[in-house]
């Protein structure tokens, strides 16, 4: 080969190098770091996977993904403490999402995301990021379904009285609950009456809750977080239907659950995953809505629901997705 080509061609050969190492770092940020670039996700959570309530609403919206990824599960970690090691352990051993779902890890989550700032925390219940440019936070609008199932209890009611149970006073429960109340009392309910037991876990307290709801005349209850376990127990007990909320609760009353509003956090995580694809790894909050589809009412086949009061609640669905019906929230 003549001498003066040489250098011509080795620059060449060390151009395409560069390029194709370029190229294979650019994959990099659209792959994960599981088996075949899979994306490793990681969910630590307050209470039981299986709890048909917060924590079972994120497994099944991970699940639901429609893409390649490894999941892994720390659950029961209501102590703080506890999520807070759980969380930094998946970012130490390089998950690429670490979801937080607990209002509660906040604390937590300011001390040790920005530590890992390759790695892209989710967390909620929540409408801040704090600041931090690898969390995405997210939050149910749920006093949009609450303000459903309010409608639905008015519309089954009798008595006029309804009885709810709430956990602690605090993140999505307060919307949820203030929704229904809203619903309820516009749809003709004479009372609303809401009891907040402090803790989010207790069976017993929920199951106290809705027993002395039961001394006030109400005939249809509702509650939120996984203690209703407990109030659904005591309605069951007593015929006193049920509306859910978080997830589809069908399973712990089939005959008495009216209805249930179901939280789709897929349809905010894909949308995440999808900025994380071409660079944001966090700073943006998210919104689970009735009209972008992450809220969703699921109807019990199995209770007697008169028409005219699935007409009324279709009614308020579409109300809300319209603006035409104001939840006061």
Request: glycine share 12%; with cysteine.
């Amino acid at each position: 080969m003549n001498q003066s080509k040489r250098p011509a061609l080795k620059l060449l050969l060390a151009l395409l190098a560069f390029v194709m190492v370029a190229a294979a770092c650019g994959d990099s940020d659209t792959e994960g770091s599981g088996e075949d670039g899979a994306l490793r996700i990681a969910i630590v959570a307050p209470s039981a996977s299986d709890d048909l309530a917060f924590t079972q609403s994120m497994v099944d919206a991970v699940n639901a993904l429609d893409r390649p990824f490894e999941l892994e599960i720390t659950d029961g970690t209501f102590v703080v403490e506890d999520a807070a090691a759980a969380i930094r352990g998946y970012a130490e051993d390089g998950v690429d999402i670490v979801i937080a779902h607990g209002t509660q890890y906040g604390g937590s989550l300011a001390e040790i995301a920005p530590d890992f700032p390759e790695t892209t925390f989710v967390w909620g219940t929540s409408t801040d990021t704090q600041g931090l440019d690898n969390v995405f936070a997210y939050n149910p609008a749920a006093d949009e379904g609450g303000y459903v199932n309010g409608v639905l209890a008015a519309g089954i009611s009798e008595s006029g009285v309804i009885g709810v149970v709430g956990p602690i006073e605090a993140g999505d429960a307060v919307t949820y609950i203030g929704g229904f109340e809203a619903g309820a009392l516009a749809s003709g309910a004479s009372s609303v009456n809401i009891t907040y037991t402090g803790s989010f876990g207790d069976v017993t307290l929920a199951s106290e809750a809705a027993q002395a709801h039961l001394t006030n005349g109400v005939d249809v209850m509702t509650g939120t977080a996984q203690m209703v376990v407990g109030a659904v127990s005591v309605a069951t007990a007593n015929d006193i239907p049920w509306l859910a909320t978080q997830a589809d609760q069908t399973s712990l009353s089939p005959g008495l659950v009216v209805a249930s509003q179901v939280y789709r956090w897929e349809v905010v995580l894909e949308e995440m995953l999808d900025l994380r694809a071409d660079g944001t790894v966090g700073g943006q909050v998210f919104e689970l809505t009735l009209e972008n589809g992450g809220l969703v009412i699921e109807f019990n086949d199995g209770f007697d629901l008169p028409s005219e009061v699935r007409d009324a609640a279709d009614a308020a669905i579409e109300g809300i997705k319209d603006g035409s019906i104001d939840t006061g929230f």
